[in-house]
Each structure stands twice: as C-alpha cells, then as structure tokens.
C-alpha cells in the first residue's frame, strides 16, 4: 500500500506498506530518508491498498488465512503521530468465525466508510466485503462459494449520482 498524508512537522510524508511494517517517507530533501514507524508480523499482503479517510491513514495487518486481519489507524495532529486498532476491530472482542478469517485482500474509502474484502483464500473460507462506519465492522456481503477471494473493489456514481460498490472476485 502507498499513500499520502501528513507528517509530525505538517508536510506531506509519503507512507509505504511492505511485508515488514508501515515506513515514512521524506520527500522533501534532495535524498529521501526513511523510517519504518510500525514495524509487523511479516507478511506480503499488510497494508494492501491501505487509505485516507477522515483524515487519518487506515492499514491492515494480514497474519494468515485462519486469523482475521488487525486493522490499524493512524492520525497526526499537534506534532503527534498516534496509531491505534480502529474501534471495534476484528482482533478484539469475539473476533470472527473461522469460516470468515483470512487477509485483508482490499481497502477503499467511500460514502465516510471503509470497505474491506476479506478472507476467502482457503478452503472452509469465505470471501467478505465488510465497511466501518466509524463504530464497528459490518458484513455488508458475502461470497456464497469458498476459496474465491474478492481481490479488487472500486467505487462510482456516474450515470444517476447514486454511489455503488464493485468488487471482482477470483475466479481460478
């Protein structure tokens, strides 16, 4: 995942999610420094498509496909850099039925939420495309056969302004 926001001194960072943790990148000198601010469990897939919404950067941690994935939101203000589990995550309370565990696969922002793909890349599993509307996770859908994952998701109004979600799912 990469994206923008800004920094403790207010300028812009570019932020990069690789297999081994969230890094900030400062782009404002002639060589660009950078800094691994959230180290992880090592994985390819943290921080898939990670976004900006309300202000703040959003970025899974994806462990395996029989562990939900922990969904993690920075915010800067005041010179401060804060990074905390968004509320409600899937890591904390219940957690998920194992049938619904697996990877963060997609993240988009849209309509002041965020929607997930999530899971379905193993058998007994079934791909989810969840949204947070800043309280909690809601399955708005699920994918009625195991083992296909929803690995693309994107947004749009155009034709009648009316906002609709579009995922694809794979299929072999």
């Known amino acids: ?8 001194d207010n300028e812009d960072k570019l932020y990069v999610c690789t297999r081994e943790g969230l890094w900030e990148i400062d782009t404002a000198p002639s060589t660009w420094t950078t800094r ?13 498509r990670m ?19 922990a ?5 800067v203000s005041d010179g401060r850099r804060t990074i905390e589990p968004v509320p409600n995550d899937f890591s904390q309370g219940d957690g998920l039925a194992a049938e619904a565990t697996g990877q963060c ?6 309509g002041g939420m965020v929607w997930i793909s999530v899971g379905g890349a193993a058998g007994g599993r079934h791909a989810r495309i969840m949204c947070h509307n800043g ?18 998701m994107g947004a749009s109004s155009e034709d009648d302004a009316v906002p609709r979600l579009f995922y694809g799912i ?3």
């Open 105 to 110: 696969e997609w993240m988009v922002s849209v």
């Open 1 to 8: 995942g990469v994206a923008v926001l800004a920094g403790i």
């Open 36 to 48: 691994l601010i959230f180290p992880m469990a090592p994985n390819v897939l943290n921080g898939t």
């Open 51 to 69: 976004v900006v919404h309300n202000g703040s950067l959003w970025f899974s941690q994806s462990y395996d496909n029989d562990t939900p994935p």
């Open 135 to 152: 309280k909690g996770w809601h399955v708005m859908r699920r994918h009625g056969t195991q083992t296909l994952p929803i690995l693309w």
């Open 170 to 172: 794979k299929v072999s």
């Open 71 to 75: 969904v993690y939101r920075m915010t």
